[in-house]
């Protein structure tokens, strides 16, 4: 076992801080006051990681699940705000964040004030079929998680259990409209009606999601289907014959390669409108940024010019903000930033909102009922910590938070000439390593030392820190990063 | 608004109670002590349903969701036990039980104590994603919530969030082992691993789940191929194509026809071999009940059949226990009643146990990680629920009740003539009307009448009590349908 330590900042660190806080208080207007008082004041390791107790719970566990994506053994009990414990007492500065999915911090006061909220305990314990009886407080559910952040001119909202969930009910109602706006004011045939019985079109009609190499949405057969990210995660399943755009390769810092980047993104767009010719699309699918395929980039004007494009072919715009949603990017959805004419036809949503589902138009819910519906239709459980999340947003000025320290990351990851590609849009910010051998490397290294960090793509490093990671949690990460690299 | 009224249980109810209920206590060797002592003694309606609370907060909602697919609004917090109250005060006796899904009744205490055990607020306010570092007690939820009602023989769990989720995750793991089979020691190829990022064979194969007629497992985009109970859920929507073999069309009861049982039985097995002389066919999905699709029953001698079919092909077999799990047929799992000689190859789960997810066994485990994998990888919460209803069936000996009640209803219900084809597995019971407008109206007219039941297949009215339903419930009920009828 490792002899305890604990990580302090270094003299080096504390220069840059120092130098860079007082212009970056200007801009964000407050200080660097913790929002986690009694967070530890760094990592401190006491074995390596795994360590014997998580190995040994690993291997109880292993006896009825796999184990082997498995890191270590939480010890959530004792973690708080941005730090992670572990079975063995390592505290861990966490900036994987569940796969990024961990919102306002661990053990926040505000998710464990509801479990003492009477409407909270009854949600747990009544699990409502929402598409049948609902509890009274949910319209109060809809409106304060979800429709108080819906993107601009985004009315309606449709919830689901998990992100693939939320693609696929995405596309199945791109489908449907699709499909109704052909059959006009008819109704169904009953050639359509007794083909789908038998999964042959016409009632199976050959229609397609278009989406883009490198691109992640799922991993169910729908949401599968338009994945591209990795070979592994799509041999051997069954697949629909979607086409895939090539996603363009932007090179970084982007404003140092506007020509390319833009000959780039055009062919990408030209590339779009070929496959549009030759397949039955209803809807294009994107992520703002790439994440699971390896934090691919693209301009504002390159996402203007693709929602144009499916304007121009009566196809609907789907973003999905899995990932890069509830405020990762420094704004609560990261299509904010392209300065959309109208809003996305619909844009889904998962992870760090804990509840999943997606926005969408009224002018898009099906004809008939029943054809967007399952039992649960989402957890009312997990909308209201969503509506926590949206409080505690608003009042701790959580994205002012991200917006500054995402600036202060970025500019110091940009000065570190041992990094490659770096890139980012708020705190949402990634960097190559040489080769996927040393990146799996400098993981290991970085969490040996007290930092939890995840990768992505080939040889990516991904930093998905939670809303509530301050500066001074940036200082001990670049600091680590030192010290790993 | 209708004067208020409450139902009293009338005097023929009462007789039939008394006459039955000695001989049941004797097989059960209990009495008939409410397990909710202070829910209503019967159904309490002020308005007719929906009242006008309902209509307003749905008119509310509706800006937002589709609410034409709900019955009413609930008030969980003034639920008890077997009893729904809704936001206008009517107390109703629920035997549908949002969509079959409310396992132990409502406001369980054993569900209300939850709320205040520290561990359960540690999952609530930590969510993992259990595939990276799951929390130190993950294991003894694993076990003290699926693994201590496994069905025998089955080693391994895999959870996820929904039953759609469940389902498609056991058709990628039966697409995985059929592949790997064929593989045998050879890693994938260049081909395989190239041609599936465009989802073009041979790394995304025409493989096949086989499915029946009628069947129901899911929404989403493999699930909705799997399944063929409506078209309306299938319709406008891409589809795999795979097989469907009719599901036996039973005549009930079934011990007054079993010669044209038995020929309708072995007619359907005879086309399964057929199909999957077209087909490749990985896996084959079969529910013990068809649910959505009509309440449809098969043999044992059927489902034996079709065990040994699977072994005969090499083709997996999967049990979708989503409807039928969870002690509602009197067994945890209604594939018990098969007496199987050896194990399904995967049973999937969701519903009333809370948690989503399917056992299997160590050999179907993909050789690779991260192949059966997602953020979340299904929820601690939802996990440390289905122990306590693990608990609570064996603490009340709710399979026992299940039993008896279900006996007494199948009893009383055979005897009226008004009902068609009655039939059931312990208390998951099912009748048909004459029409489906008979039926829509009859469902209407319980509800009016302070019993919410729901419908399935085109006339049929199935039964979904919880397992704490009672014989004095039953009572209610068998008075109530007199009333409506």
Redesign the interface.
Known sequence: MLAARRLLISSATKKRYYATAQALEETTGGGDAPFFPSEPSGPFMKTTVPGP?SKR?MK??D????T??????????K?IGNY?M??DGNAMLDV?A??A??PIG???PA??N??KD??F?????????L??????D??DS??KA??RVAPVGM????T??????AN??A??TA??Y???KRRGDKD?SLN???S?????AP??????ILSF?RGFH??????L?AT?SK????????????P?APFPELRYPQHLHQDYNQQMEQQSLHEVEQLLNKHDVAAIVVEPIQSEGGDNHASPHFFRQLQAICKKNDILFIVDEVQTGVGATGTFWAHEAWDLPTSPDMVTF??KF?AAGFYLNQRL??T?????????MGDP?RAMQAAAIVNEIHDKQLLDNVKSVGNYLQHHLNDNRKLESVRGQGAFIAFDLESPKKRDQFLTDMRQLGVNVGGCGDKTVRLRPMLTFQKHHADILLDTMERAL
Chains 1, 2 share one sequence.
């Open positions: 107790e719970i109880q566990l006896n009825y699940q796999d082997r994506s498995i890191f270590f053994i939480a010890d959530f009990e973690s992670i572990d079975a994987f569940q796969i999915s961990i661990y053990n926040n998710f464990l509801l479990a009477p409407a305990q009854t949600a747990l314990a009544n699990r409502a079929a598409g049948v009886s609902p509890n009274k949910w319209v809809v409106e979800f429709m009315s309606n909202v449709f689901v259990m998990c992100g693939s969930c696929e009910n596309f199945k489908f449907m699709k499909a109704a169904f359509e009606l007794q789908c019985m038998n999964n042959q009632g199976s009609p050959d229609m397609s190499s799922g991993r169910l057969f729908g949401s289907a591209a070979a592994i995660h799509k041999v051997d399943i069954p697949a629909f014959n979607w895939k998962s992870k804990q819910r099906p008939q009922p029943y054809r967007l519906y399952n039992t649960w459980v």
